[in-house]
């Protein structure tokens, strides 16, 4: 990785979301305000000694809408800007800030500078605002450097209430509060008090011998099938047998378990067989999968499904999207799903 000696150039994406809005003082509605005109609501950036520039998503959208296309237009301006930025700050709807940040954490292969989303659940024309904080201490991570000149932090991250997340370790876990993001399975890779405190050891570092790649590709075809006790075979016939499905994120019990309904394995079986790949993430919030531990789990075994260990639902949906993008054959694809590629998952 090149060392930098000369003034950091930051770009600032703005997407969309609470963060860029300003309330109407004559609707009361919250609309988006002009971002160009950013240094009008924080004048603070201007002390900073950066090149702050913008790019402006037009319209801007609520994360709801954010769909592929919107992932694939976010790695274009990254990769377009690669050189020519020091790092890269999103700003985004908190709603689907963690499955974005999982897309790009894969989509922008073998990243080597950091690319930080961050958003606010109050809009930044307003008087408590988190948005300002939030965008701040984004905008410093994004231009911190170590000692060599190179970036402290070469990750798709998400920044959120004095916590710096690894992206793929993230979800949004409350609709109110400022702290509204958890890494359960990953330590944070920074937190911000009265200094930005920098987790060295949790920080992934990039392959300096291969570049940035970026990958614009991903298919859709990705169901999650959630299960819960009574759950009827009709549904999961249903499900697995949607057309054109390719991939399902099953959401299990515990460590992974599931019923031992026979119907239950011969429906897994039928769709395995079918070739679509079944990848077990556990209905906790915190903690892995250990498919084998308990009974309940050998006969997902028997029928092909795969571990997804540790992962968070938005990142398993990411990472099938990301892989089945690159039409792999079955065996490979299987392989890169049980295999950490950006610090997804703790084998
Ligand atoms: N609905 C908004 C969005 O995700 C909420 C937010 O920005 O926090 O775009």
Redesign the pocket.
């Known amino acids: 990785m090149e060392s930098i000696t000369r003034k950091p150039r930051i770009l600032l994406i703005y997407t969309?979301?609470?963060?860029g809005m300003v309330r109407n003082a004559e609707t009361g509605a919250l609309e988006n305000f002009n971002f160009g005109r950013l240094l009008e609501q924080v004048p603070e950036l201007r002390r900073f000694d950066f090149e702050i520039r913008t790019h402006t998503f037009e319209p801007p959208?609520?994360?709801?809408d954010m769909d592929l296309t919107h992932w694939a237009r976010l790695v274009r301006i990254i990769s377009e800007g690669y050189e020519d930025y020091d790092g890269f700050v999103v700003l985004?709807?908190?709603?689907?800030?963690a499955y974005t940040a999982s897309a790009l954490s894969f989509m922008l292969e073998n990243v080597g500078k950091p690319v930080i989303l961050t958003?606010?659940?109050l809009p930044i024309g307003q008087l408590r605002t988190d948005g300002k904080e939030n965008l701040i201490s984004a905008i410093e991570i994004a231009a911190a450097r170590r000692p060599d000149g190179t970036p402290m932090v070469p990750e798709v991250c998400i920044y959120f209430k004095e916590k710096l997340m690894r992206g793929n370790r993230t979800t949004k876990i409350n609709s109110e509060q400022f702290n509204a993001f958890r890494s359960f399975n990953y330590p944070c890779l920074a937190t911000a008090g009265i200094e930005i405190r920098y987790n060295q050891a949790a920080i992934r570092r990039p392959n300096n011998d291969k570049p940035m790649i970026p990958h614009y590709e991903v298919d859709p075809n990705v169901v999650v099938l959630s299960l819960f006790p009574g759950i009827q075979r009709s549904l999961v016939h249903a499900v697995l047998n949607i057309p054109g499905l390719k991939a399902v994120v099953l959401r299990t019990f515990g460590a992974g378990n599931a019923p031992q309904l026979r119907w239950f394995k011969e429906e897994l079986k039928a769709a395995s067989e079918q070739g679509i790949l079944i990848v077990n993430i556990t209905q906790c919030q915190s903690g892995s999968v250990h498919m084998g531990l308990y009974e309940t789990s050998l006969p997902l075994l028997d029928v092909g499904v795969v571990s997804g260990y540790d992962s968070t639902p938005e990142c398993a949906i990411a990472k099938l999207m990301f892989l089945l993008g690159q039409h792999l054959p079955p065996e490979q694809l299987r392989e890169m799903m049980n295999s950490n590629l950006a610090g997804e998952i703790t084998i």
Not at 61 to 64: F, K, L, N, P, V
């Open positions: 969309g979301g609470t963060i959208i609520d994360s709801s985004h709807g908190t709603d689907t800030m958003g606010s659940q």
